[in-house]
């Protein structure tokens, strides 16, 4: 099986490619190791000793290494795993674990005013269709967290969660979008 991978923005994150579907729906972030005990993979990958995050796209996963790992000893490990996995069509995550479940916005974030319910509803529709698309392009997810007097908030994960630029993205580039398409919006904070 040839896993393809690809540098993102975040010199500390690689996106491995497996040519076949990660997540049917949804990703799933996995900050450390005691959070990836639901996922047999995510597990493996932690095991690997320098790996510091781990995140399932639709049809990649990112893993991130602390910021002075060199990736070119530890690449062809994260391969190997990746092959195994996918090549033996083993469960992304162990059964009755429900680990496989995430919605974007699902985590707890504010509680929005229902009399901003159109805005909002701009808001999640311009992240879904304009946004995510490009953050997963890098490696990562970016989700709705809340709108509040006009400050919107999301939370980066994967390659972005850390990334040097991801400031630079947020708010140049998603805060500068959300504020053409919605007047309402005055500023983009990451949670």
């Known amino acids: 099986m040839l896993i393809q991978t690809e540098t993102t923005p975040n010199p500390a ?4 490619l497996p040519g076949t579907t990660v997540m049917e729906s949804g990703t799933r972030d996995f900050a450390d190791a005691d959070e990836a005990e639901i996922s047999p993979l995510a597990e493996a990958l932690f095991t690997l000793g320098d790996v510091t995050g781990v995140f399932f796209g639709r049809d990649f ?5 602390a910021p002075e790992v060199n990736w070119a000893p530890l690449k062809p490990e994260v391969v190997a795993l990746l092959a195994e996995h996918f090549s033996a069509q083993m469960p992304l995550f162990r059964p009755g674990s ?3 479940i995430a919605v974007p916005g699902d985590e707890g974030g504010l509680d929005d005013d229902p009399a901003d319910a159109a805005i909002v ?3 999640r529709e311009l992240i879904e269709t ?3 698309p490009a953050v997963a392009g890098d490696g990562g997810d970016i989700v709705y967290r809340g709108f509040d007097k006009g400050h919107v908030y999301l939370k980066m994960q994967g390659a972005c969660a850390g990334c040097p630029s991801s400031t630079a993205t947020l708010k140049h580039g998603i805060e500068s979008l959300l504020k053409h398409y919605v ?3 005055t500023d983009v904070h990451a949670v």
Request: hydrophobic share 50%.
């Open 13 to 16: 994150t690689l996106k491995f």
């Open 61 to 65: 996963v990112s893993v991130t290494v």
């Open 98 to 100: 429900a680990g496989d």
């Open 121 to 123: 509803a701009q808001i």
């Open 130 to 132: 304009r946004v995510r």
């Open 183 to 185: 007047p309402e919006v």
